[in-house]
C-alpha cells in the first residue's frame, strides 16, 4: 500500500531500515490501530543490512531471503510505504514532512531512523565508479559484479565491515590489502588481545594488512587503478572498498531546531529535543548506562531493535527507558564473533580459554565490575555473560579470576559463586 502524498498519518517513519521497520512491526505487534506510513530513500522492499558483507556478497542468501518482511507483509498490515524518496523538510510547528516528491505528509508522532551515510575518503576523486562503500544492498550488487573479473582488490578501514568484506573476498580467491591508520584493527570495537588475534587470523588467511598506514591519493581519475601511500608506495588495485565509519543522517532535524551532536540527541524514551518527534538507531546519540551513561552512538541491529520497541510502546502510553544491554556479531573465515556488552573505557581484561585453540572469549573490566565480553566460537560464554554483565559481577580475588578464566566451569556457576 503507498503513502498518499498529502495525506496526514498516525505515525511517520522516515527510515525503512531494521529500526524504521521494526518500530511499524512493534505497534502493530501492541495492538496500535492508527494509521503508519514508513518513507525510505531506496526503491527495495525493506530488508537487513549486516548480510551485505557477509552472507549476501557470497552468495549464501539471495535478495529475498533478506528481507525484513515478504512484501505481502506491509499491506496485510496496513503499513503504507513510500519507497525510492527522502524526506527533505521537516516542519515541526505544522506536523508535516516533505518528501522529495514534492509533496507533504502530515504525522502525529514522527520517528527518525534514517541511520547514516558513509564517510567518504578524503581524496578529489572519492566517487570513482569502483569505489565501494558496502552500506546499501546496490552497494553490495556492484561489489559482487566487481569481484567476478577483480583479482586485485584494497581495503580502507579495519572496522568489522573491511574485515567481513576481506573475509569474503579471501574466500572467493582475490589478492587483498587491507589498510588501517591506526596502531590496530577494530579500534572503537574490541580490546588489543582480541584485535592482535583478529589480525592475525586475517594474515594467517592470505590478506596483506597494513597497520599504520596512510593513504596519500586515489590513483586514476574516474576508475582507480592504485592506491598511493604516504611515503610513495604505490599499490595497484582492480577496485577499492572503504569501511571508515558514517556520519548520521541528520541534517533535516537538525535545521528543524533539534539538539545535535554526533547524531541527533535523544533522551531515555528516544525523544529528541523537538515535540512527538523520536530518533532511533545509528543515528540516535543516548546516555547508555553501559558505557557509563556517556553519550554515545550504537551502530548495531540490536540497538535499533530494541530503540524501536521503546519509541512504540511510548507512542501506545507504556513508556518504558531505553536500557537494553548492547551485542554485537560478525562472521569472518570460520570464526563467530559474538560481542555482549560495552568495553568502552574498560582497565583490564581476562582471557577465557586458550586463543591459539580458535575458541575463547575476552572478557573485560571496569572498576572491578565485569563489563562486556568478546566471544570467539564461545557462544554459551556469550549467552552466559549476559547474566554476569547485568549482576555486576565483581572480581575481586585472585581465585577469581581464574575461575573466569577456566573454560572448563560454566560462567553461570561463576555467578553462583558470585551470589
Wanted: hydrophobic share 45%.
Amino acid at each position: 500500500m503507498p503513502v498518499e502524498i498529502g495525506s496526514h498519518y498516525d505515525v511517520v517513519i522516515v527510515g525503512a531500515g531494521h529500526g524504521g521497520t521494526q518500530t511499524a512491526i512493534a505497534l502493530r505487534q501492541g495492538g496500535f490501530s492508527g494509521s503508519i506510513a514508513i518513507v525510505g530513500d531506496e526503491l527495495e522492499l525493506p530488508y537487513e543490512r549486516p548480510p551485505l558483507s557477509k552472507e549476501y556478497f557470497a552468495g549464501q542468501r539471495d535478495a529475498a531471503r533478506i528481507r525484513i518482511r515478504p512484501e505481502a507483509f506491509w499491506a496485510d498490515k496496513d503499513i503504507a510505504l513510500l519507497l525510492g524518496h527522502r524526506v527533505a523538510r521537516v516542519d515541526p510547528a505544522g506536523r508535516e514532512v516533505w518528501a522529495s516528491v514534492g509533496g507533504r505528509i502530515g504525522y502525529g508522532k514522527l520517528v527518525w531512523a534514517t541511520g547514516g551515510r558513509p564517510r567518504p575518503l578524503p581524496c578529489h576523486n572519492s566517487g570513482a565508479e569502483n569505489l565501494l562503500y558496502i552500506r546499501t544492498l546496490a552497494d553490495a550488487d556492484r561489489l559482487k559484479a566487481l569481484a567476478e573479473t577483480a583479482q586485485r582488490v584494497v581495503i580502507i578501514g579495519g572496522g568489522y565491515i573491511g574485515l567481513e568484506a576481506a573475509a569474503v573476498l579471501r574466500k572467493a580467491g582475490k589478492s587483498v590489502v587491507l589498510l588501517e591508520m591506526l596502531d590496530r584493527v577494530l579500534a572503537r570495537a574490541a580490546g588489543e588481545e582480541m584485535a592482535r588475534f583478529v589480525e592475525a587470523e586475517h594474515r594467517r588467511h592470505g590478506v596483506d594488512l597494513r597497520l599504520g598506514t596512510r593513504v596519500e591519493a586515489l590513483e586514476g581519475g574516474d576508475r582507480i587503478t592504485g592506491i598511493r601511500l604516504a611515503g610513495g608506495e604505490r599499490i595497484p588495485c582492480d577496485f577499492v572498498v572503504a569501511g571508515i565509519g558514517i556520519i548520521p543522517a541528520v541534517e533535516e532535524l537538525a535545521e528543524a531546531g533539534a539538539a545535535t551532536g554526533n547524531g541527533v540527541l535523544v533522551d531515555d524514551r528516544c525523544r529528541t529535543t523537538l515535540g512527538d518527534i523520536y530518533a532511533i538507531g545509528d543515528c540516535a546519540a543516548h546516555r547508555n548506562a553501559h558505557a557509563e551513561l556517556a553519550i554515545i552512538r550504537l551502530e548495531s541491529v540490536q540497538n535499533a531493535s530494541d530503540m524501536a520497541t521503546v519509541v512504540a510502546r511510548d507512542i501506545m502510553g507504556q513508556g518504558q527507558p531505553y536500557a537494553a544491554i548492547p551485542w554485537f556479531w560478525s562472521n569472518q573465515y570460520d570464526l563467530r564473533i559474538q560481542t555482549i556488552g560495552l568495553s568502552i573505557d574498560h582497565d583490564d581484561t581476562i582471557i577465557r580459554g586458550d586463543m591459539a585453540s580458535g575458541s575463547f572469549a575476552v572478557i573485560y573490566i571496569r572498576s572491578g565490575r565485569i563489563v562486556a565480553l568478546d566471544c570467539v566460537n564461545a557462544t554459551r560464554d556469550y549467552v552466559q555473560g549476559k547474566a554476569l554483565i547485568l549482576a555486576g559481577m565483581h572480581v575481586a580475588s585472585d581465585l577469581d579470576r581464574e575461575r573466569l578464566a577456566d573454560a572448563s566451569l560454566p560462567l553461570k556457576s561463576l555467578l553462583a559463586i558470585e551470589a
